[in-house]
Antibody, heavy 114, light 107 residues
């Protein structure tokens, strides 16, 4: 059974850095794309980007290019989403997603507040 | 980017009603279209992939159709557990994009 387990909720201050994780199991991690989706409070779903852990090929939405970094460590079947300098507007729930959405992580709430 | 437009944005329906949600792409996406259901406080759940294929374990009351630019999600007989927000997503070309969502509420 495919499972995606995300790291826990985070509370950060503006300007801080953050890296959240998503561990995949139940399938060949290096063979399938894994993506990230943002959902701001009370709003819809926004596609951030996607990575192929096998060769680290990564694609970003232009809206998020340069704002976040997607990476993966295939040795531990884990994908990451990171920020170098958080803004209050990054406050949202972040989901990792198996390929085109067949399976979703439970979500990680990121709160950025001074 | 390909824009995905859902209609309506919200609807009120009764238990037992047949409900249809439409998703239109700003350019052709073949059948690279998925539908998701999201309940409050929960992660989205995949219902349909490749426009008309039901995910394993999803009840047959859900069905999808369409190709090119126009797609529909139909719930044949609405049940209390179906009240939720539904999203379409195209995965034909990067960046993948979602519709704005359709909230299905109880009349």
């Amino acid at each position: 059974e495919v499972q995606l387990v995300q790291s826990g909720a985070e509370v950060k201050k503006p300007g801080e850095s953050l890296k959240i994780s998503c561990k995949g199991s139940g399938y060949s991690f290096i063979s399938h794309w894994i993506g990230w989706v943002r959902q701001k409070p009370g709003k819809g779903l926004e596609w951030i980007g996607i990575i192929h852990p096998g060769d680290s090929d990564t694609r970003y939405s232009p809206s998020f290019q340069g704002q976040v970094t997607i990476s993966a460590d295939k040795s531990i079947s884990t994908a990451y989403l990171q920020w170098s300098s958080l803004k209050a507007s990054d406050t949202a729930m972040y989901y990792c997603v198996y390929t085109s959405g067949d399976y979703w992580g439970q979500g990680a709430l990121v709160t950025v507040s001074s | 980017d390909i824009q995905m437009t859902q209609s309506p944005s919200s609807l009120s329906a009764s238990v037992g009603d047949r409900v249809t949600i439409t998703c239109r792409a700003s350019q052709g996406i073949s059948n690279y279209l998925a539908w998701f259901q999201q309940k409050p406080g929960k992660a989205p759940k995949s219902l349909i992939y490749a426009a008309s294929n039901l995910q394993s374990g999803v009840p047959s009351k859900f069905s999808g159709s369409g190709s090119g630019t126009d797609f529909t999600l139909t719930i044949s007989s609405l049940q209390p557990e179906d009240f939720a927000t539904y999203y379409c997503q195209q995965y034909n070309s990067y960046p993948w994009t979602f519709g704005q969502g359709t909230k299905v509420e109880i009349k």
